[in-house]
């Protein structure tokens, strides 16, 4: 064997266990069973609401916060996030505080322009989804319409009185 033969199998002997070393150390790993999520998202129809655990975290990460008696504003990063304080009661199962909808596109303000603001919107809409994903936000519920969700509030009150 030529020293370039043994250079060649001392190499792929190296980078074998140097990816073996890796895909061990590095690998994709599930989120512990106790981990703490920081809030709930809900979603109605197409329209994505968060409670204010949620809220509070979002604020906690953001790079700017624009508070407001009705609208809050966070950025991350080149995109902003609105959210409008949809109501201060209880409307979704185990929501903690008053819940907050996401801004959609067709609510956004002139001044912003749509095509910007549909960029922010579809933007927060990924935040959201990745933040659950990694288990920090919990998917508090999907109903296809605000009926849906008051069947489904009206059958676990009579469920409770049952009790």
Do not use: C
């Not at 979603?43 to 609401?49: E, G, T």
């Not at 109501?87 to 199962?93: A, I, S």
């Not at 549909?118 to 296809?144: K, M, P, V």
Request: proline share 3%.
């Amino acid at each position: 064997m030529t020293v370039s033969g043994k250079w060649f199998v001392f190499g792929s002997a190296l980078s074998v266990g140097a990816g073996f070393l890796g895909g061990t150390m590095f690998g994709r790993r599930t989120a512990p069973a106790t981990m703490v999520s920081f809030g709930r998202t809900y979603r109605v129809s197409s329209d994505i609401f968060i409670d204010s655990d949620a809220l509070k975290y979002l604020e906690s990460r953001a790079d700017e916060s624009i508070p407001g008696s009705r609208w809050t504003g966070l950025r991350f990063a080149d995109r902003w996030m609105f959210l409008e304080l949809f109501h201060t009661g209880q409307l979704f199962p185990g929501q903690q505080g008053p819940v907050y909808a996401l801004r959609s596109t067709g609510k956004a303000p002139r001044s912003i322009g749509a095509s910007a603001a549909a960029a922010n919107d579809a933007a927060s809409r990924h935040i959201l989804q990745d933040l659950e994903r990694f288990g920090l936000l919990l998917d508090g519920g999907r109903w296809g319409g605000w009926h849906a969700l008051e069947l489904m509030t009206i059958a676990a009150q009579q469920d409770k009185e049952k009790r």
